[in-house]
């Protein structure tokens, strides 16, 4: 499969801790991208990160990514309650010409109040 | 208001029926998406399609059909050929391009009867 997998799958911690969810993938990649996801609700795209960037910031939120490892991961500072969502990686393959993009399964986080 | 919607928000199918879910955007994008989500496997890509007249099966095409006759629509139709269609469905869009950030319509969750 292309898709990546998030890891863990869920993570519940307290409001104001730190919460970082990994990403692993399998090709070569031109970009890679975090999405959020509320419950019931769509996906929301949250930061895009490309092949040839090693750290990226938006916010609360610090992505990197190691494509000798084929790995990325998504810090986000000073946990609150409403950040309680599942996270998905979306990776876009290198030379792909049809525009597709792979999500993994997700990270669920729970933050308590 | 630009964006992408969806409806029904809740949309139920009985046994031998076809049913169509419908999606619109008004962000002027060439490219639209349609994905289904199940419990615990992530995204999976149903069809897409680049242009106006044009669609590609994704990972799981079997049992669905499409038509993109507007730029601004993308209707997924359920067949009675798929044999478990209960799952939350979600449509996107983007500018068509190198693995572009994707525009999450609300979903419609499908139900059997």
């Known amino acids: 499969s292309q898709q990546g997998e998030e890891d863990p799958q869920a993570l519940s911690i307290q409001e104001g801790e730190n919460a970082t969810m990994n990403c692993s993938y399998k090709?070569?990649?031109?970009?890679l991208q975090w999405y959020r996801q509320n419950s019931g609700r769509g996906l929301v795209h949250l930061i895009l990160?490309?092949?040839?960037?090693r750290e990226k910031h938006s916010g609360r939120l610090r992505v990197t990514l190691d494509t000798s490892k084929k790995s990325s991961s998504l810090l986000i500072t000073a946990s609150r309650a409403a950040d309680t969502a599942s996270y998905f990686c979306a990776t876009f393959d290198r030379g792909s010409t049809l525009g597709r993009l792979y999500f993994g399964r997700g990270t669920q986080l729970t933050v308590w109040p | 208001d630009g964006g992408i919607t969806q409806s029904p928000k809740y949309l139920f199918r009985k046994e031998g029926q076809n049913v169509t879910l419908s999606c619109e955007q008004n962000?002027?994008?060439?490219?639209m998406y349609w994905y289904r989500q199940d419990p615990g496997q992530g995204l999976r890509l149903i069809y897409y399609s680049q242009i106006v007249n044009d669609f590609q099966k994704g990972d799981i095409a079997e049992g669905y059909s499409v038509s993109r006759e507007k730029k601004e629509s993308f209707p997924l139709t359920v067949t009675s050929a798929q044999k478990n269609p209960t799952a939350f469905y979600l449509c996107?869009?983007?500018?068509w391009g190198a693995g572009e950030t994707q525009y999450f319509g609300p979903g419609t969750r499908l139900l059997v009867l």
């Open positions: 996107a869009s983007s500018i």
């Open positions: 090709t070569s990649i031109n970009n």
């Open positions: 962000l002027n994008h060439d490219a």
């Open positions: 990160i490309r092949s040839n960037e």
